[in-house]
């Protein structure tokens, strides 16, 4: 075992995707999956674009799936090496029937496989990303349970793992096992999974794959933007900010995200990783009980409210909520 390293990440924190229409994604992540629409905010970087976060409760680190949207630049993406290549949830072990049956329900395709002894429902979203619910012993996170549909029990309770695609798995892999600090849990074909040195449970694993022969994935609609783990404060962040560098990363400075703070460098397979804090969380603007029920902008947005409110689309909740 090696020695559990103060300054690295705890787990996963969030991933974020691009997709084509912001509607047609809320009534799959909130009314198909079941999760809590968290945040209803705008890409920072371009307010007349929404930018969702879904997840649990509270929004936990861990339970985080985010997506933007690029209205006019619509150009589809391509998923493959040099990406996160799967938003991977975490189901009760003995849900898994019950999400084969109700995606059957809704007319969404899903295979069935095992991979590393669990049992894993495959399917795509709208957008085409590939989404994997896999059955999981134990894992404690309880999910959204309010969710009009889906009983308490069968509630998908978070992202299990991230996985990972490179073109060459070594350099990769030497990152995750030194400066990120994560351990080898175990290897099937040409898939290795990796934990965080703090825990081994669901919402902390890394895959690895090498993929030689695909075509590198390229951005756009219907690909994963990047993938968040998290670190539990600021300090801890700028030390591994500051680790990064030493070992020769070309990392970004802190960013305010309002909910948390991010850096981002480009890990050797070409994947954007991001380093996020898991305070302060989502309850700074809203209260816990309404969270992503109002467009919330930042404060240097919020003049700009009524020009940025008539350039969004209408977004209803979904209706199978
Ligand atoms: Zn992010």
Redesign the pocket.
Known sequence: MQPIHPTTPTGLH?L?AIAGNPQTNVDFYTGVLGLRLIKKTVNFDDPSAYHLYYGDETGSPGSII?FFYWPGHDARGRTGPGQTTAIVLSAPAASLDYWQQRLASLSIAATRRNRFGEEVLAFADPDGIPVEIVAVTGDPRTGWQHHAAIPAAHALRGLHTAELTVRSATRTEQLLTTVMGCRLVRREGTRARFTSAHSETSGSYIDIIADASAAPGAGGSGTIH?I?FSVPDDDTQLLLQKALHVAGYSVSEVRD?NYFH?IYYREPGGILF?I?TATPGFAIDESPATLGTALKLPTQFERARSQIERLLPPLHPSNQE
């Open positions: 969030h974020t985010t990047h968040a995200r991010s991001e996020a």
